[in-house]
């Protein structure tokens, strides 16, 4: 049986902006000087909306959250083998929100997020490989 339009058009939709978040965040990397906390923003939302590819695929409702912890969980439950990489992934959460108000956070430097940005990549890729598995 074909899957539903309805839900693949939602769930291409939660992936191509998870994408655009990537990429985002590489351009806000290249730019000079480098945009940091703008970078670690899209990798926190790029995360974010993978994951929510996901639960809306396997239709599994979900909050209005920005919460890494409690949408990873959600998706574990749906396919465990996500586990290990979406609690590597879990600590983004914060930068849904911390370098986005004044403040007194230091941001990091540039090379520190590069590997941020690697595993936001990893886990959108990831999540999309099993979307793409359930979906023959």
Do not use: N
């Not at 730019?31 to 994951?51: N, R, T, W, Y």
């Not at 396997?58 to 912890?69: A, E, G, I, M, N």
């Not at 409690?70 to 749906?78: D, H, N, R």
């Amino acid at each position: 049986m074909p899957p539903d339009p309805i839900r693949l058009a939602d769930t291409a939709a939660w992936l191509s902006k998870a994408r655009l978040d990537l990429r985002s965040a590489a351009v806000d990397l290249a730019v000079s000087p480098p945009i940091v906390g703008d970078a670690l923003f899209h990798c926190q939302q790029a995360v974010e909306k993978a994951i929510k590819a996901l639960l809306t695929w396997h239709d599994s409702p979900f909050r209005k959250t920005h919460d890494l912890v409690s949408l990873g969980g959600q998706a574990v439950e749906i396919d465990p083998s996500l586990e290990d990489l979406l609690r590597e992934a879990a600590p983004l959460t914060e930068y849904a929100w911390k370098y986005r108000y004044p403040g007194e956070f230091v941001e990091p430097s540039p090379d520190r997020v590069t590997p941020i940005l690697a595993l936001a990549k990893e886990v959108v890729e990831a999540i999309a490989t099993r979307i793409d598995e359930t979906s023959r």
